[in-house]
């Protein structure tokens, strides 16, 4: 009989170690029994919460918040995402954008089973292709490709009620003790807090697996 693990992710669309994490955990996905099934489910939180639309200068803020310059807190990430394949250079954004209107999208996404595959894309558009994912034609033409119709995409994230649930979810998972991500609820019992390594989410995943 089929297992099914349920997974809750808490990601940012702009946090590069979300990037890794949420690659580390397609690896350790792809690892599964073959007699268990998941069922993965992205819930919004704000890695800046009072990010102005327009975007902030995410160096000049990590220069002013650390008092050093980034690139060494950059040369991190970008060697734990290469050895995932990923060539990541944090240099070339250099800007955060406001993510309430991509979490909403990712939210409302749920019921086309595809929250996941589209929060990746939206995270690729800003780390990889440097897009400003706070705009609605960028937005939308990453909606189109997960099966959106355009309008309905931009009304959706264009939405004022829409937006308030977004963050008042996100307000929540602060709230509820979460202070950072990625962060991973397994089985509705474990969680998983930041890229952990791969033989982390492994020895995660088969503790809740036995006791499913």
Not at 4 to 9: A, F, G, M, Q, S
Not at 158 to 177: C, M, R
Request: glycine letters at 6%.
């Amino acid at each position: 009989m089929t297992k099914l693990l349920k997974i809750d992710v808490f990601t940012d669309v702009v946090c590069p170690w979300c990037l890794v994490g949420s690659a580390r955990l397609d690896q350790a996905i792809s690892r599964l029994p073959d007699d268990v099934d998941f069922e993965l489910e992205h819930h919004p939180y704000f890695l800046g919460p009072n990010t102005p639309p327009e975007g902030v200068n995410v160096h000049e803020m990590l220069r002013e918040k650390y008092g050093r310059e980034p690139e060494e807190m950059y040369a991190r990430v970008e060697g734990e995402a290469a050895k995932l394949g990923i060539s990541l250079d944090l240099s070339k954004q250099d800007r955060r954008y406001s993510t309430t209107k991509a979490h909403t999208l990712i939210r409302l996404s749920k019921p086309n089973g595809n929250q996941h595959e589209l929060a990746k894309a939206i995270t690729d558009a800003h780390f990889l292709a440097y897009k400003s994912i706070n705009d609605d034609n960028v937005l939308s033409d990453i909606a189109v490709e997960h099966g959106w119709d355009r309008g309905d995409a931009l009304d959706a994230f264009n939405d004022e009620h829409e937006l308030e649930v977004t963050a008042q979810l996100a307000a929540s998972a602060a709230e509820q003790g979460i202070r950072g991500v990625p962060f991973f609820v397994f089985g509705q019992k474990y969680a998983l807090s930041g890229a952990q390594p791969d033989e982390v989410f492994a020895q995660a995943l088969n503790k809740i697996i036995a006791e499913l």
